[in-house]
C-alpha cells in the first residue's frame, strides 16, 4: 500500500524556534510538496520539489525552507517560528510524468505560542 | 494566474439525498485537470474524481459525478444518495501545465466546503 508519512501529526512549539516538519514517501516518486491549510482559504503550496536537491517556491514560501537530500524524504523547515505559521501541513507526492494521482500524508498541526 | 473559488462554506443534506457542490475555476492555459478532494475530520486528503479539460464526457466515480461546464469554467462535484460517512471538508482542485508544459502536480485549492449531512 503507497504511503506518505508525515513524522508528527501534532507540534507545539515557541516563538523563534527551529522546527523541521519530515515527510518521507515509499513510493520513488520524485515529486514532492507541502501545503499549509488555512480555514477559508483552503490549501496554499508551500514548496515542491521535482528531484534531489531540486526545489521551486510556491505561493507562499516566505518564512520557510526546504531540503531534498533523499528522494524519499522532503522535510519542511520554519527557520524562526512564528505564531502566524499556526496551520496544518499537508505533504503530497506525485510521479513525474503522466497521470494524475497524487499522494498525501496526514498531515501535522503546529501551533507555535 | 490559476484560481479556484467555492463559494458554499457550508452545506446540508439529508441522509440519500443527492447534494451539488459549486466549484467554479479561472486560468489561461489550455490544458488543465479538476480534481475533487474529500478531508475527513482527520484531516487525510481522499482523491474523489478528476476531469481532463479535454475530456469529453463528464468524469463518474461510484455515487460522485463531476459536472463539468467548459464554457462556464464550472466543475461542480454532484454526490448522490448522501451517506453519513459523506460528512467531511470538500476541496475543488486545479492543475495547469507550467510554460514548458510540464505541471508536476501542482494544485491551487479552492476555500472548501464543509458538508454535514443529517440522519
Known amino acids: 500500500d503507497v504511503k506518505v508519512t508525515q513524522s508528527s501529526r501534532y507540534l507545539v512549539k515557541r516563538t523563534g524556534e527551529k522546527v523541521f516538519l519530515e515527510c518521507v514517501q515509499d513510493?520513488?516518486?520524485?515529486?514532492m510538496f507541502w501545503y499549509r491549510q488555512d480555514p477559508g482559504l483552503g490549501l496554499r503550496l508551500i514548496y515542491f520539489?521535482?528531484?534531489?536537491?531540486?526545489?521551486e517556491k510556491g505561493d507562499i514560501p516566505e518564512g520557510y525552507s526546504v531540503s531534498r537530500e533523499k528522494k524519499e524524504r522532503f522535510s519542511l523547515i520554519l527557520e524562526s517560528a512564528s505564531t502566524n505559521q499556526t496551520s496544518m501541513y499537508l505533504c503530497?507526492?506525485?510521479?513525474?510524468?503522466?497521470?494524475?494521482?497524487?499522494?498525501f500524508g496526514e498531515g501535522s498541526w503546529l501551533t507555535v505560542v | 494566474a490559476q484560481k479556484i473559488t467555492q463559494t458554499q462554506p457550508g452545506m446540508f443534506v439529508q441522509e440519500k439525498e443527492a447534494v451539488t457542490l459549486d466549484c467554479t475555476y479561472d486560468?489561461?492555459?489550455?490544458?488543465?485537470?479538476l480534481f475533487w478532494y474529500k478531508q475527513p475530520s482527520s484531516g487525510e486528503m481522499i482523491f474523489l474524481i478528476y476531469?481532463?479539460?479535454?475530456?469529453?464526457q463528464n468524469a463518474t466515480e461510484g455515487r460522485y459525478s463531476l459536472n463539468f461546464q467548459k464554457a462556464r469554467k464550472s466543475a461542480n462535484l454532484v454526490i448522490s444518495a448522501s451517506q453519513l460517512g459523506d460528512s467531511a471538508m470538500y476541496f475543488c482542485?486545479?492543475?495547469?501545465?507550467?510554460?514548458?508544459?510540464?505541471?508536476?502536480?501542482?494544485?491551487?485549492f479552492g476555500q472548501g466546503t464543509i458538508l454535514t449531512v443529517h440522519p
Open positions: 503530497a507526492s506525485k510521479v513525474q510524468g503522466a497521470g494524475n494521482t497524487i499522494y
Open positions: 513510493m520513488d516518486h520524485e515529486n
Open positions: 520539489s521535482y528531484d534531489v536537491k531540486m526545489k
Open positions: 486560468t489561461s492555459d489550455p490544458s488543465y485537470g
Open positions: 476531469q481532463g479539460s479535454y475530456d469529453q
Open positions: 482542485a486545479m492543475r495547469a501545465a507550467n510554460a514548458g508544459g510540464t505541471s508536476y502536480g501542482k494544485l491551487t
